[in-house]
């Protein structure tokens, strides 16, 4: 399997600009997480879904920012409009269960930048 | 209220040397603790998973150990090697949900 795909690597926008950033899962994995990450608050969990179902969003930082899972294989997460502080890594992650033991794979982040 | 510390922030160590990174949190109810590498400009890897009633795992050269009463684990990194420079990051989960406290991580520098 290739690993969680994330899309685009890189993205740099001006302020005020919509964003989509985009997660495929790993095949068969029945959750999906988004997380953001910066120097100033480090790791933090946004979203996460459970078979393509949201869950919690409790993370996520404000009216926004929106996440859907429209099927097993895709997600995707949205700004709107964006801001300079949105600026960090976005990381999406999969796993099989939810259980206490079980892994999650990250994917390889993509670079946000608003200007 | 819930956190996870870490330290040191940063530690330089010489190829071949063992090293102990530290992990306190008062996340409660408990249910597992992870420690992840995350190498520069890469997404996070998972090392170990440890729940309330493992004190001890392993994963090749990492050994990470939890103490439930006191609520601090450790990862001890033996005989380093300079892919071993990365940022370490502990994870805590409460039990019922996915309510996850991340540390700010340790960096690691392994010098040749």
């Known amino acids: 399997d290739a690993g969680v795909i994330q899309s685009p690597r890189h993205e740099v926008t001006e302020m005020g600009q919509e964003v989509t950033l985009r997660c495929k899962p790993i095949s068969g994995h029945d959750y999906l997480f988004w997380y953001r990450q910066t120097m100033m608050r480090g790791l933090e969990l946004l979203i996460y879904?459970?078979?393509?179902?949201?869950?919690?969003d409790s993370g996520m930082p404000e009216d926004r920012f929106s996440a859907k899972m429209p099927n097993a294989s895709f997600s995707t997460l949205k700004i709107q409009p964006s801001e300079p502080r949105d600026s960090a890594v976005y990381f999406c992650?999969?796993?099989?269960?939810?259980?206490?033991?079980?892994?999650?794979?990250f994917g390889p982040g993509t670079r946000l930048t608003v200007l | 209220k819930n956190q996870v510390e870490q330290s040191p922030q940063s530690l330089i160590i010489l190829e071949g040397k063992n090293c102990t990174l530290q992990c306190n949190y008062t996340v409660s109810p408990f249910s597992n603790l992870r420690w992840y590498k995350q190498d520069t400009g890469r997404g996070p890897v998972s090392l170990t998973i440890m729940t309330f009633s493992e004190n001890t795992k392993s994963n090749g050269r990492y050994t990470a150990t939890l103490d439930a009463d006191t609520k601090q684990s450790s990862l001890h990194i033996t005989a380093s090697q300079l892919s071993d420079s990365a940022s370490y990051i502990c994870?805590?989960?409460?039990?019922?949900?996915?309510?996850?406290?991340f540390g700010a991580g340790t960096r690691l520098f392994v010098k040749a």
């Open positions: 992650a999969s796993s099989l269960f939810a259980g206490k033991t079980d892994t999650q794979y």
């Open positions: 994870v805590v989960s409460a039990r019922g949900g996915f309510k996850t406290i």
């Open positions: 879904f459970n078979n393509n179902v949201p869950i919690d």
